[in-house]
């Protein structure tokens, strides 16, 4: 039986997808629910998975064609097929002891095709994508290192020849994905049209790695593993800050002032694909544990390239760790239409003064930048400064201090 393979239907706030990668061939088997090709939108990448076991007959979008939500991506014949193993790594491919596999196996037809155009061995290029799959971004690399080693070795035979005077400069230009380019549209949507300022403070973190380093054995043994780290606390303080100026967690609609009652904590997260945000709802009502078992949920779901639509829809106010990185210092965008962001830093030793004597301390710099129609500067330095105050002296968030 003969079955159309269409895009999903798309949110309202999403008008269409790229196809960004086919996961099988024509004439390839797949079981039930396995991922036939992935939509790229300005948000997350959707997954459209087989209907039923069977085969990809026809494709009728190639990968980096527009689609519209429903339309259809190419047919299916349904059916019993041979496949490997649960595990949906291809079709069954007889082969004697000392052959090789084919590409077809472990590589997606685009990247396959790009490593033909390249003379490239696609078996000899380790995958990145789901099950070990070579992508087309793992043969783009492996073609860079290429041009790279034919450049030094050029480099090496021609004594006295430096290497912008060779002729093996090398470019490379590839199309910008549909959520990088959506990232810089809203970056820039976002200093346009806010009146974007930063404030500073530094955060003498030494409070709360005291507290993680005497608790952290009996916090993860009573919540079945779970990991105590810094975000919770941070999410948890800047709840209570928002909760006593409400304009930081407020947004702007046209002429309007939407106050949220509520406070929807958007955490940054770093993708091979661009950032990403996801939203942990109502954050106020959740403890310290359950802060910390969706920021590493949202975090696994977002390398996967799990997240849903439902996850990065909303949020009153975001945090962005640069830390993570090694950022000392840096002024956050906002994300509209929030009207603040918070920015968090490397932990790092500095001298400091403490009743008038200097000592080393575990200090971070944090910034929160935020919208001057909305916010005076006046509120957002004392926002900053009650973020301090509560994880400074964490018993402040207990004792609602």
Known sequence: MMVEIKAPQFPESIADGEVAMWHVAVGEAVRRDQVLVDIETDKVVLEVVAPSDGMLTVVHKAEGDTVLAEEVLGEFEAGEVAVVAPDDEGPEV?????????????????????????????????????????????????????????????????PGLSHDAGNERIERRVPMTRLRASIARRLVEAQQTAAMLTTFNEIDMQAI?????????????????????????????????????????????????????????????????????????????????????QVREFGKKAQEGKLSIEDMTGGTFTISNGGTFGSLLSTPILNPPQTGVLGMHKIQERPVAVNGEVVIRPMMYVALSYDHRLIDGQEAVRFLVTLKDFLEEPARILLDL
């Open 209 to 293: 790695m005291d507290l993680r380093s005497r608790y952290k054995d009996d916090f993860a043994k009573f919540h079945n593993g779970t990991k105590l780290g810094f975000m919770s606390f941070f999410i948890r303080a800047s709840v209570e800050a928002l909760k006593r100026f409400p304009g930081v967690n407020a947004s702007i609609d046209g002429n309007d002032i939407v106050y949220h009652g509520y406070q929807d904590i958007g955490v940054a997260v770093g993708t091979p694909r661009g950032l990403v945000v996801p939203v942990i709802r109502e954050a106020d009502s959740l403890t310290i544990a359950e802060l910390e078992d």
């Open 94 to 158: 007889q082969t004697s002891n000392d052959e090789t596999p084919s590409a077809e196996v472990i590589a997606s037809p685009a990247a396959k095709k790009m490593a033909d155009e390249n003379e490239i061995d696609v078996t000899r290029i380790e995958g990145t994508g789901k099950g070990d799959r070579v992508t087309k971004e793992d043969v783009l690399k492996a073609v860079a290192k290429l041009e790279g080693q034919k450049e030094k070795t050029a480099s090496t035979n021609m």
